[in-house]
């Protein structure tokens, strides 16, 4: 995107933003809408802008998107919004926009995601998720969990020599989550390095610690609430695997929702698995019967 489509679209967010807030709307524009309020106007209609009619049921579905409480003020606040919109719009089609290279590229891209979702959710049809699975899931999720959980963070490295410089400067008083912006590689990077509360079950053994190295995983446990672990652990076997400093923030008994506390996540989470399954099998249907070069 350029600056010039960044800049307009910032300027365009904010207008309508202060339109939104009710504030800093020039006063001929406040004037004209006041007007056309007073208006007689056809049924089902919040405003005739130029000749064209601005529905109701827009307004309704900007009201809806907000989020706010249903208020006079606010459904005048979005028809105000709504009306200069159209005024843009018209500005724009009136100076033949609708035929610039970056219009009709985004037509096409537009129509092309609106066509492909719709097409994918007439032909994916993941399987139903049943109660039994969803109690199943629950069970095996709470058969995994130790008496006690755990809130880690990490910093994950590629060599041995940022693994020193790191474990330096947290000797030296540097925040461990600043280093974890500084030098992690892992996901977690963004969050100075915060894992989820996890638990595991003892003992651990390899593949049963909730998708961490077992060593990570072992050094957590071992942790007291504040430390850090005193040197880097190779996340795998090999010069080139990852080098993971830990620190623990905190740990508690393990807290275990109900069922009934946890059911709809976990058939939110069974469902979505479902869809990324069938969504697999259709994208590799499609693919044996495409011709690829």
């Known amino acids: 995107m350029s ?4 800049t307009i679209r910032a300027l365009c967010v904010t207008a309508f933003t202060t339109v939104a807030l009710g504030t800093a709307m020039p006063t001929l524009v406040q004037a004209a809408v006041a007007a056309s309020a007073s208006s007689t106007l056809p ?13 109701q049921a827009r307004l309704d579905e900007a009201v809806r998107s907000t989020g706010q409480p249903d208020t006079a003020q606010l459904r005048q606040a979005l028809r105000q919004q709504l009306i200069v919109r159209e005024l843009f719009r018209q500005g724009a089609e009136k100076g033949r926009y609708d035929t610039k290279p970056e219009v009709v590229q985004a037509i096409s891209a537009a129509k092309a995601n609106a066509e492909t979702q719709l ?5 994916i049809h993941p399987e139903s998720v049943t109660d039994a ?5 629950y069970e095996a999720i709470v058969a995994s969990l130790g008496k006690e959980e755990y809130k880690p963070r990490v910093i994950s490295v590629t060599d041995d020599a940022t693994a020193s410089t790191v474990l330096a400067k947290l000797k030296s008083g540097s925040a461990f989550d600043a280093l974890a912006r500084q030098y992690s590689v892992a ?3 963004a969050a100075g390095g915060e894992l989820p509360w996890i ?3 003892a003992p651990l053994t390899e593949g049963n ?5 077992l060593p990570v995983a072992q050094a957590i446990t071992q942790l007291p609430a504040g430390g850090v672990t005193p ?11 990852l080098r993971v400093i830990v620190k623990l923030d905190a740990k508690r008994p393990t807290k275990v929702p109900t069922f009934d506390e946890a059911m709809d996540t976990m058939r939110q989470q069974l469902q979505a698995l479902a869809l990324e399954k069938a969504a697999a099998q259709f994208a590799g249907d499609l693919m044996k019967n495409a011709v690829i070069q």
């Open 199 to 201: 638990s595991f079950k």
């Open 43 to 55: 049924a089902g209609t919040v405003a005739v802008v130029n000749g064209v009619a601005i529905p």
């Open 133 to 137: 699975q969803v109690r199943a899931r």
């Open 119 to 123: 097409y994918l959710k007439d032909n």
């Open 3 to 6: 600056f010039t489509t960044t």
């Open 187 to 189: 996901p977690s990077k």
């Open 231 to 241: 040197a880097a652990i190779p996340a795998g076997p090999g010069t080139s695997a």
């Open 209 to 213: 610690t909730q998708g961490l190295p």
